[in-house]
């Protein structure tokens, strides 16, 4: 189990609130027609994301799904970074190449991922093997959700994880939700954990509006897997907040009760709760949130200004 000091709670917390932070910023920006994409927030789940990439090592490996927002933070992308790729500027990772739906960076260990569901999961795969036979003792940790879980890509990764005893843990942001496709039709078995049991992995159930029980199940997976004792299945339950993406309406066609049951569930309430009980003192969390939300009011202004990329740099990186 990962040990947590007052420092690492309040790194921990920092994470957190970057994350809701920075995309109710994106919402504001796109509600005033900035940004040349329209954002899909996390905004409610982000627990899920930024407990389990906190786990990480430096030299470990992540591969989002499209909603995991927090990951790309709590490896170290800054509010700026994510920002320059949001408007595909020219100083961004990718010199304006991609969405930041697809954001990667390969010395951060953040694997992009692809608009098709699940597709990264063979090559979390894929990447957990590479480990394996350079013989390092890297981790590859790989998200999903419980409409990706419907793909055969999703059964091919775990499968072929689990034969080869793969250092990976997979990790289902479980929102109830794919689109406007609720969970119950979407599969039979509402637990997406239960399949561990298939593939002869370890599985584990959370709560993924609760930082800390992410933390110590992602950690211990973390640790089995560097040990060379294989994959592990572990499933959030979660909720998203707002509509699939912000051109949805906000409730997104589901039932109000739900919504306000969840809401007050909020990850970020209840870890400043967790906090409070813990000893750290309101002033620090206080300052913590200043900072971040100083970081992302210069993140704004600097990247409302710079530069796209020139024309004549079209064939930057492009081999053929
Ligand atoms: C293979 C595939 N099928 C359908 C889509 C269209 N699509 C984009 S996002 C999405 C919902 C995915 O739901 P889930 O995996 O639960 O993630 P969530 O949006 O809830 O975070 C769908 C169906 C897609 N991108 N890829
Ligand atoms: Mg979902």
């Known amino acids: 189990m990962m040990s947590l000091d ?3 709670l309040l790194n921990l917390y920092s994470k957190l609130y970057l994350t809701r932070a920075f995309e109710e910023a994106l919402v504001s920006l796109y509600a005033e027609k900035s940004l040349p994409e329209k954002p899909m ?6 627990a899920v994301a930024v407990g389990a990439t906190f786990c990480l090592r430096d030299d470990d490996y992540v591969l989002p799904a499209l909603r995991t927002r927090g990951a790309f933070f709590a490896k170290g992308i800054t509010a700026k970074e994510y920002l320059l790729e949001v408007f595909r500027r020219k100083e961004s990772i ?3 190449r991609w969405t ?3 954001m990667g960076d390969m010395d951060r260990g953040v694997i992009l991922g692809s608009a098709v569901v699940s597709s990264s999961l063979p090559v979390a795969a894929g990447t957990a093997l590479s480990a394996k036979l350079r013989r390092t003792d890297q981790v590859a940790l790989a998200f999903f959700g419980d409409g990706g879980s419907s793909t055969g890509a999703t059964h091919s990764a775990m499968n072929f994880a689990a034969a080869l005893n793969l250092p990976i843990v997979f990790v289902c942001e479980n929102n109830r939700y794919s689109l406007s496709t609720p969970i119950s039709v ?4 509402e637990n997406i954990v239960d399949r561990a049991f298939g593939y002869g992995i370890e599985g584990d159930m959370v709560d993924g509006q609760d930082i800390i029980e992410v933390v110590h199940s992602v950690s211990r997976a973390i640790h089995r897997a560097r040990r060379g004792d294989g994959p592990s299945l572990i499933e959030a339950k979660t909720y998203h907040f707002r509509g699939h993406s912000e051109s949805h309406p906000p409730d997104d066609g589901r039932p109000g009760e739900e919504l306000a049951k969840w809401r007050a569930r909020d990850p970020l309430k209840l870890f400043e709760e967790y906090l409070t009980h813990a000893g750290v003192e309101a002033d620090a969390l206080e300052s913590t949130r200043a900072g971040v939300d100083e970081e992302i009011r210069e993140a704004v202004k600097a990247v409302k200004e710079a530069p796209d990329p020139s024309p004549d740099e079209l064939d930057w990186r492009v081999y053929a």
């Open 6 to 8: 007052r420092t690492a």
């Open 41 to 46: 927030t996390s905004i409610g789940q982000e």
């Open 94 to 96: 990718s010199g304006g």
């Open 100 to 102: 930041a739906h697809h």
């Open 186 to 189: 979407q599969t039979r078995n």
